[in-house]
């Protein structure tokens, strides 16, 4: 059941990041920037959080070790949730884009 728990937990962690981004640009008037930040700031959360939950539930095998599971999440964890942004962010602004352009030609 804690094995279940810690994916559920990691995939929190990587769509959060892009839901909370849409959600923040798309229905706010926050900038685009900001909204990456506090998107960001949620997923660096949450991976801390799923390395200290891979932490706590590891078996006490001498072949696993997962002392510094939580020390990378700490200093690396805002890599995946930044990189997952970006490519939103691109995405997004290439459609935004292709539907400006499309609206003008028709008019």
């Known amino acids: 059941m804690a094995g ?5 937990l990691l995939l929190v ?3 959060l990041p892009v839901t909370m981004f849409l959600l923040l640009k ?3 008037r926050m900038r685009g920037l900001l909204a990456a ?7 660096w959360a949450f991976n801390v959080a799923y390395a200290y939950a891979v932490q706590t539930t590891a078996s006490p095998d001498a072949s696993q070790s997962t002392e510094g599971y939580v020390g990378i999440a700490a200093l690396f964890g805002w890599a995946c949730p930044t990189v997952l942004v970006l490519v ?10 292709r539907r400006r352009n499309a609206e003008s ?3």
């Open 4 to 8: 279940l728990a810690n994916v559920a």
């Open 105 to 107: 030609l028709s008019s």
């Open 13 to 15: 962690a990587l769509m």
């Open 88 to 97: 939103t962010w691109l995405v997004l602004h290439l459609v935004t884009r």
């Open 37 to 43: 930040a506090v998107s960001v700031a949620a997923g």
């Open 26 to 28: 798309l229905r706010t």
